[in-house]
């Protein structure tokens, strides 16, 4: 059941001793680099002030604006020599950042990767195809080396080429695939296209997606249609990749890695801490990385700590599914939107395809939300009637839920634009 029980499954008391001596370290690590040799030398900060666990208060948070002023080397904390490999961030928001690992940080970070796969129930004697953007992206050559050091045999697919992927399902027994979420419901298309049935006509029998917001909705008809388990990957390239948290077989939650790393959630306006089971900004510190250390790193993900044990065993506290980042909030006629909160209304209606594109546009200083959905293929009858009655089920369900009413456009399936990496939900076309 475990890949490694004692640390898995460690007491409370224990592992704030293994965390406090981790922090120690990683704290005078970071004082080697530029950046935090600069911040501890004006706030008279010293490695040994950190007595307690509670001591990494006096450290000041750190963001990604600091990743990137400080880019390229500025967080290094160990001769350029001893790395071994960079990664980069997908860019999702904005510029990418860099990371650099020791051959040790890629150790641990592998380490970390097997303890997830196995926590699920993957094992070795599983093919495991990994659909996931190699090269710079932590996610395919994160899960590439977790999957090799588990034993299983890994099949590095990559993104796209998607009747290939499955004819590598079907040739060589794949029982496990990794997988963007938007991707797994585009390729159902693909599946129908080609007459293969998953369930029928593969041996899958789990997915691990990540890597973008989707609802336990979107899970399921992942599950469904697939015909299997489908377990949540967290993570970020600056906390080196996926990895940081996963989901147990219990599917309530996933276990965040508190060995690896130090979980503080705050409130993102007024950044003073918020307690389990409330909603709030996830800030991390690595405890095992010795190339690039990040203290306090303010990862811009809403999410909230389930308060409770986990039937499992495991010890680690568990964050709920990522309700989407600080930014990708939408403020429309004075309301909150999150893109999350219309998928998951739009994957609840039958009839709804698999993709979805928001545009926001202002005209005469009013925002108006247009939502262009894909109809499913089995309802693109031509029945022009039974369209404009999903037409209006969308718009009432969108409007009870996110309190604006939206102008929905019906769209053939499989037409909107995709991307091979994460989906590009929002195309905000209002000028700042
Ligand atoms: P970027 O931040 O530029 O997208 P990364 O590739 O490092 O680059 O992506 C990490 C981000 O992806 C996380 O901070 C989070 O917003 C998102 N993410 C990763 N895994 C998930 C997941 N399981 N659910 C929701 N969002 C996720
Ligand atoms: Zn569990």
């Known amino acids: 059941m475990f890949w490694e029980k004692d640390i898995e499954t460690i007491e409370k008391d224990q592992l704030a001793k293994l965390q406090l001596e981790r922090l120690q370290k990683t704290v005078e690590g970071a004082s080697r680099s530029s950046y935090y040799g600069k911040i501890f030398k004006e706030r008279r900060i010293f490695a040994d002030d ?85 090269a710079l992206f932590t996610g395919g050559l994160g899960f590439h080396y977790g999957a090799e050091k588990l034993g299983a045999m890994v099949i590095p697919a990559g993104p796209g080429n998607s009747k290939r992927q499955i004819r590598l399902m079907q040739d060589f027994d794949t029982t496990v695939i990794h997988i963007i979420p938007s991707y797994a419901l585009h390729l159902t298309t693909v599946f129908e296209e080609v007459g293969v049935d998953p369930k029928q006509d593969t041996r899958l029998r789990m997915a691990f997606i990540g890597a973008e917001p989707h609802s336990g909705k979107m899970r399921k008809r992942i599950e469904t249609f697939y015909g299997v388990k489908v377990f949540n990957s967290y993570g970020l390239s600056e906390m080196s990749g996926p990895g940081v948290a996963f989901e147990c077989p219990c599917q309530n939650g996933m276990h965040i890695w508190e060995d690896a790393y130090i979980v503080e959630m705050i409130n993102p306006d007024t950044l003073e801490p918020v307690p389990d089971g409330d909603e709030g900004e996830l800030v991390l510190t690595t405890l095992n990385r010795e190339g690039m250390p ?106 009870s839920d996110i309190l604006i009413t939206p102008r929905v456009d019906l769209v053939e399936p499989d037409s909107l634009p995709k991307t091979e990496g994460k989906a590009k939900r929002v195309i905000d076309n209002r000028e700042d």
């Open 50 to 134: 950190i007595r307690t666990l509670s001591d990494l208060a006096k450290i000041p948070l750190t963001n990604k604006d600091d990743l990137l002023e400080e880019w390229p080397y500025g967080f290094l904390s160990t001769p350029k020599d001893d790395i071994v490999r960079m990664h980069s961030s997908s860019g999702t928001t904005g510029r990418a950042t860099v990371i650099f690992h020791t051959q040790s940080d890629i150790d641990r970070w592998t380490d970390q990767l097997a303890r997830c796969m196995y926590m699920a129930g993957m094992r070795k004697s599983d093919v495991f195809q990994n659909m996931m953007t190699y």
């Open 294 to 399: 990040i203290l306090r790193y303010r990862t811009k993900d809403l999410t909230r700590i389930i308060p409770g044990e986990c039937p499992c065993g495991r010890t680690h506290r568990r964050i709920e599914r990522i309700k989407g980042r600080t930014d990708d909030m939408m403020i429309l006629k004075g309301v909150n939107i999150f893109p999350i909160q219309i998928e998951k209304k739009l994957m609840d209606i039958p009839g709804v395809g698999n993709n979805f594109h928001i545009i926001l546009e202002r005209k005469d200083f009013s925002d108006d939300m247009i939502i262009k959905v894909e109809v499913g293929r089995e309802y693109f009858t031509g029945d022009l009637k039974q369209l404009e009655g999903l037409r209006r089920t969308i718009v009432n369900e969108l409007k």
